[in-house]
């Protein structure tokens, strides 16, 4: 069965600075798909960003970029120039080859003004 | 498109007590799923469902029923309340197709259940 390890519960970050949340995950799958979700005070989960594992290219969406690393199965979320509004749990995701989403236990972001 | 629909936002059941989670989805997804959110953990898989007339368990099911009559709705049932499930529930949608694609999950805003 796969598993999805975030070893940061919390993190701070001064507004403006970048921060980057660990993620590292377990799987016997070579191919699977990889999520960071944002979870705000509304509790709407919310997709940052995503990641086939076969492409070697590292996702970006804006601010938000990806670091990831097939071989030592690691998938960490680098936020540039911080806001006040990325101010939420942050899930990272492994989708399986049965369509199921397994998630990490969350790291919970403070933005620092 | 309102997306995933859940209702209600919030609920206080006694123990014992039994309610049904409502979920809709209007984006014509073949894949719905239910999650439980439990204080500083992540989602955990309920049920979910690959299509109308098929449901399969997750990871905790004990304790709750699905059903899926339609593409559109997939309510989730607790027949006998207890305290152990209270927790935020999210009900997600996805489409699945024959070419393997992100499939991403789609979430409603969720529900907030307290059981006394």
């Known amino acids: 069965a796969q598993t999805v390890t975030q070893s940061q519960p919390e993190m701070s970050v001064q507004e403006a600075e970048t921060v980057t949340l660990s993620c590292t995950y377990d799987?016997?799958?070579?191919?699977?798909?990889l999520f960071w979700y944002k979870q705000p005070p509304s509790r709407q989960m919310i997709l940052v960003i995503r990641q086939e594992a076969y492409k070697q290219q590292n996702a970006t969406e804006n601010r938000f970029s990806v670091n990831f690393q097939k071989a030592a199965k690691s998938f960490s979320l680098k936020i540039s120039d911080s806001q006040l509004g990325d101010a939420a749990m942050y899930f990272c995701?492994?989708?399986?080859?049965?369509?199921?989403?397994?998630f990490g236990k969350g790291t919970r972001l403070h933005i620092l003004p | 498109n309102a997306g995933v629909t859940q209702t209600p936002k919030f609920r206080i059941l006694k123990i014992g007590q039994s309610m049904t989670l409502q979920c809709t989805q209007d984006?014509?997804?073949?894949?719905m799923y239910w999650y439980r959110q439990d204080p500083g953990m992540g989602l955990k898989l309920i049920y979910y469902s690959v299509g109308a007339g098929i449901t399969d368990k997750g990871e905790v099911p004990n304790g709750y029923n699905v059903s899926r009559s339609t593409t559109e709705d997939f309510p989730l049932r607790l027949e006998l309340a207890a305290p152990s499930q209270t927790s935020v529930y999210f009900c997600a949608s996805s489409y699945v197709g024959k070419v393997p694609t992100y499939n991403e999950q789609f979430f409603g805003p969720g529900t907030r259940l307290t059981v006394l």
């Open positions: 995701a492994y989708r399986n080859r049965d369509d199921k989403i397994i």
């Open positions: 799987t016997s799958e070579s191919d699977y798909y």
């Open positions: 984006m014509n997804h073949n894949y």
